[in-house]
Every structure is written in C-alpha cells, then in structure tokens.
C-alpha cells in the first residue's frame, strides 16, 4: 500500500515543476517581445493613478501573451495582471503577474526592467519567476527549493557590519504626496548608510536582495504583482521579508534584507514612518 503522505508529495512536487515549468517559458516569450519588439516610437498608451502613472502597448501586449500562454496550459487557473487580468479560477491556482515591472524604464529605453510571474496556490506564492532580459538573467524560485539565478543557486549577502556600511534599494510612487512623504524617509536614512539606490523595478531590486547585490530593499505602495514573485525568490536566497513589525509584506510597506540587517532597518522604518504618507 503506497503511503499517501509520500504519494501527496510527489504529487506537489510534479504540481510544482509544472507551474515552472509554464511560468518560465510564459516569461521567456514575453521577454523575447518586449526586447525585441520595443517600437522605436514607443509612447504612452494611458495613464493610471496619476500622469506618471503610464501604461504602454508593449504592457498590454506582454499581459495578452502571459495570459493566453498560461490559460492554454492550464484553463482552470485564475489570473491577477497588472494591466486587468482577473479571474478566481477552479483550481486554487493563481498567477500574479507584472507584464513589465519598471515601465518607466521601459518607456525611455533604460535597461532595467523584467517580467514578474508567480504562482499562488491557495494564496500562497509557491513559484516565481523574474526574467530580466537585458541583463541575460533570469531568476527563479519554488518554495523550499532554493532560489537561482539562471542555473546559478544564489543566496543574499551576508549582513554588513554596521548599517552605516548597507547598500540599500528602493523606490517611490506615482502620487505626488507620496513621494513627499518618501523623500523625507530618504533624506534622514542617507547619512546613515552606505548609499542608496533607485533602480525601478522592485521586481529586480527583490532579486537584487537575493543574489548579494543589495544589502536590503524597502518600498511602501507596491502591488501585488510587483512583489509576489520576487519577494519568494528572495525568501528562497535566505532573506527576511516583510512590512511592518509583525506584518508581511504588502502595499503598506516591503522590506527584504538579510536577516540580521532586517532586525535592524524594520524597527527603524517604522520610527520613521516609511508605511505611511
Ligand atoms: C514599479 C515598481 C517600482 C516602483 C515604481 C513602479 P511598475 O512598478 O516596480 O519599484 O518604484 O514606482 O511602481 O509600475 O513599473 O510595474
């Protein structure tokens, strides 16, 4: 008689592969597109929460090509994209998905941008992938498995001596109060750190985290679909994630570092109120 405890972990375990599998093929294609189809006179297409909030063709584009790619694979899935995929699904599978995290980037030709793809089950991000093709690399994770850059196991820096000696990442909102509000956050941490800097997309800066080249990432106002999947890979690299003590990270606050380094810059961040506006 087979053990069944053995039988159902056999089966996450294939359940798992699977959703790799797709998501990193489904992240590859749409890497391949946005590369190589940037229109040379690629505008904007509409704007969201603000006027600098923009959305371009090549979203949307990238969105469509996920979504299809994913929904042929596996129908019953549900869907929460960026730029308005949105459905439950029957399967207690869902793929949170950031067609271009760092569109501002995108927009003017900066290199650093990615698609994000991660994979819920029952609310539980257990599959992320960030594929970053200017930079040739593509990271990866599935929960308990480790986290990879390429084929490479990566793993986060290991915590600097003094926070005066962290290289920190983050990043600012669209909404004119808000980055008020960060600019002053910015202006009392940076004479107490080695540097800080702004890359884009938090999607990349979570990886960043995971493969030793930030010390920490912090950011208030992120979405789902720009943390889903590289805050599990950053998980994965033995990071701490979260927000504000005791809470995970969300919209109100994220914070990635290496553990000893999160005891020291979370109860900081909340003294000097980098979760609200
Ligand atoms: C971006 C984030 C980035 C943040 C930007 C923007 P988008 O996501 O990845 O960290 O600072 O303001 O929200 O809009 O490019 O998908």
């Not at 994979?119 to 690399?137: H, L, N, T």
Request: aromatic share 6%.
């Amino acid at each position: 008689m087979p053990d069944p405890l053995q039988t159902d972990a056999a089966q996450t375990g294939a359940l798992y592969d699977e959703l790799l599998d797709v998501a990193l093929e489904a992240a590859h294609r749409a890497g391949v597109l946005l590369r190589d189809g940037r229109p040379a006179d690629l505008g904007v297409a509409a704007t969201k929460s603000s006027p600098i909030d923009v959305v371009t063709e090549m979203d949307l584009a990238s969105e469509k090509l996920i979504t299809g790619f994913i929904g042929e694979r596996r129908p019953d899935d549900g869907f929460l994209g960026e730029e308005g995929a949105s459905s439950t699904g029957t399967s207690g599978i869902r793929w949170v998905i950031d067609p271009i995290d760092g569109t501002v980037n995108y927009l003017y030709g900066l290199p650093s941008w990615a698609v994000s793809i991660a994979a819920e089950q029952d609310g539980e991000v257990v599959v992320g992938v960030v594929a970053a093709p200017m930079r040739g690399e593509t990271y990866r994770a599935v929960l308990g498995r480790g986290a990879f850059s390429n084929d490479e196991p990566v793993h986060h820096r290991p915590a600097p001596p003094e926070l005066s000696q962290a290289l920190l990442g983050t990043g600012f909102g669209y909404l004119v109060e808000r980055r008020a509000a960060q600019a002053e956050v910015v202006r009392t941490l940076l004479p107490r750190v080695r540097d800080i800097r702004r890359g884009g997309s938090a999607a990349i800066d979570l990886c960043d985290v995971a493969c030793g080249r930030l010390d920490a990432y912090y950011e208030r106002g992120l979405n789902p679909w720009d943390l889903a999947a590289g805050a599990l890979i950053a998980r994965e690299a033995g990071a701490l994630t979260g927000g504000r003590p005791g809470r995970s990270a969300s919209h109100e606050l994220t914070l990635a570092a290496s553990p000893a380094l999160f005891e020291q810059l979370q109860p900081l961040l909340d003294e000097l109120g980098a979760w609200h506006d």
